[in-house]
């Protein structure tokens, strides 16, 4: 056994502060002791000195009754009990620490729940078998703590008497925490809170409501990154997301995917990376890489995305909650980040694939949850950083000729082992307001479009472009005609009748704007 020491009494903690003076514990004290080089979880443990148990946003605070044992086994149990299942901190501690030492750990408490889950652990990520024989007996113990993280149903480990419930593969595998507001989002079963609303609209609004979603989502997914499209290209792309869920997901369909999205092909070297990538800017007088994002290695690229293809399919069974199955394939590509150009867009068809696939998104009509990220731009931006900017300080590169990044050390693990807790309420939040608003709105807009056209209808026989050229130019100028138009398109109209027109016009659609 090793004689590290884990009992360090803080109150500044890797620059965060506790909420009061305290003894590490848990995972934190076993990254202090082994100086790991992984992200802080999001939230730590403290043992109060002042025989106190609360949270805060970033700790969990214990009373000294708690206080585990000054070895690294103790340290594991607390972090396991209390903490959950950190994959990529066991990854790294597994790394450095000796086979033998983990050996003696479990023998110490064969039969434990704790020294079985380390045990299973041990051998699942190192794809090492140890020296110790299979179990004859005992009961079968989850590997996950439902109370603490969400699982699948999960296979049983004979051999270690576990319920392996991870939501993942040992080449792919973000875990997502339990939240109150992530439990209170899957309690409100937003998915028939969405199919209620939809009965209601007529089939004929419902249709043509979902034409303009598509090229509303569509057209949102090319504004965060920066570019307008044309109508022919986003209605393309709009095309290719109504299809989400059609086609199974494969390495082949994320190509083709990226050929759609990328129009003009001569200067974006297609298919997976054969170089380093990275997001970020360019230093304006040497041109020296600023990145914000790093990508993973592209020597790495090939197996992440068949780990998250595998982990696609362990997490389509129905119990797996459909919001956060999106968050982990979804944001788990596009921190991957495998393509030259595309990744963002992809990223995005990815939720409604997902959506698509565990029916959350049933009535035909597309989830353009493109609309709600795009109104919530500085979240998404934040939340993309959360996991980005964490990563920088464990990542080495060097600068290439063309100002391209090589990474120089081992990340891979970085992209299979992530907390997606963060990313699955962010996404959560915009299907939430997707549902209240966006669709919502659109379904309104033209009921009300349809009754100002039975008025114009009725009273001037107007053909369907011209309604729709009135109501653009009415759009335009809040409710009022423009002389340009009262001079050329509409110039046969009276004075009464302009009067009308932008009268009915204001009744019906300006408690909208």
Not at 431 to 457: A, S
Request: glycine fraction near 6%; aromatic fraction near 10%; include cysteine.
């Amino acid at each position: 056994m090793n004689n590290k020491r884990f009992s360090l009494k803080i109150t500044v903690f890797h620059g965060r502060s506790t909420p009061e003076e305290g003894v590490l514990a848990g995972y934190g004290a076993i990254i202090e002791a082994y100086k790991l080089q992984v992200p802080m979880p999001n939230q730590l443990t403290l043992i109060s000195l002042k025989k106190r148990k609360y949270n805060t946003t970033n700790w969990k605070v214990f009373t000294s009754r708690h206080q585990p044992e000054d070895n690294l086994y103790k340290q594991l149990i607390f972090a396991l009990k209390y903490e959950g299942v950190n994959l990529l901190l066991f990854k790294k501690l597994f790394s450095i620490v000796s086979q033998q030492e983990i050996e003696e750990i479990i023998q110490s408490e064969m039969f434990g729940q704790y020294s079985r889950r380390i045990w299973f652990l041990y051998e699942w990520l190192m794809q090492i078998k140890l020296q110790i024989p299979d179990l004859d007996r005992g009961n079968t113990v989850p590997l996950l703590d439902k109370k603490i993280q969400y699982a699948v149903k999960g296979t049983r480990s004979t051999r270690h008497r576990i319920l392996n419930n991870l939501p993942g593969t040992v080449d792919f595998c973000p875990l997502v925490f339990k939240t109150e507001k992530l439990e209170s989002y899957i309690a409100a079963n937003l998915s028939n809170k969405k199919d209620v609303f939809l009965n209601s609209v007529h089939k004929d609004i419902l249709q043509r409501a979902s034409s303009f979603l598509l090229l509303k989502d569509s057209k949102a997914s090319f504004t965060i990154e920066g570019e307008s499209p044309g109508n022919n290209r986003a209605t393309r792309w709009g095309k290719a997301i109504g299809q989400a869920g059609q086609k199974p997901l494969s390495v082949a369909e994320l190509i083709r995917l990226q050929q759609i999205v990328i129009e003009n092909t001569r200067f974006t070297n297609m298919g997976l990376r054969t170089e380093g990538g990275f997001v970020g800017e360019y230093d304006r007088g040497t041109g020296e890489p600023l990145p914000e994002h790093i990508s993973a290695k592209q020597q790495d690229v090939g197996k992440l995305l068949n780990g998250l293809i595998a982990t696609n399919s362990i997490i389509q069974e129905e119990t797996y909650d459909a919001v956060l199955a999106a968050a982990s394939i979804a944001f788990g590509f596009v921190f991957i980040h495998p393509f030259s150009d595309g990744n963002g867009r992809i990223h995005r068809y990815l939720i409604h694939h997902l959506l698509a696939t565990k029916e959350f998104t049933k009535q035909g009509v597309i989830f353009p949850v493109s609309a709600s990220i795009l109104d919530h731009i500085n979240d998404y931006r934040k939340v993309l950083e959360t996991y980005s900017h964490s990563l920088l300080d464990f990542i080495k590169w060097r600068e290439t000729a063309d100002h391209n990044v090589e990474v120089t050390n081992e990340t891979i693990d970085f992209y299979r082992y992530f907390d997606a807790t963060k990313q699955a309420e962010f996404l959560y939040d915009c299907v939430n307001d997707t549902l209240d608003r966006v669709i919502p709105e659109e379904v309104g807009y033209l009921q009300k479009y349809d009754v100002f056209k039975r008025y114009l209808d009725n009273n001037y026989e107007m053909p369907d472009k011209l309604v729709a050229l009135l109501v653009r130019f009415l759009e335009q100028n809040k409710g009022v005609l423009s002389k340009r138009a009262l001079e050329k398109e509409f110039s046969e109209l009276t004075d009464k009748e302009i009067q009308d027109i932008q009268t009915n016009y204001s009744n019906i659609f300006m408690e909208m704007l």
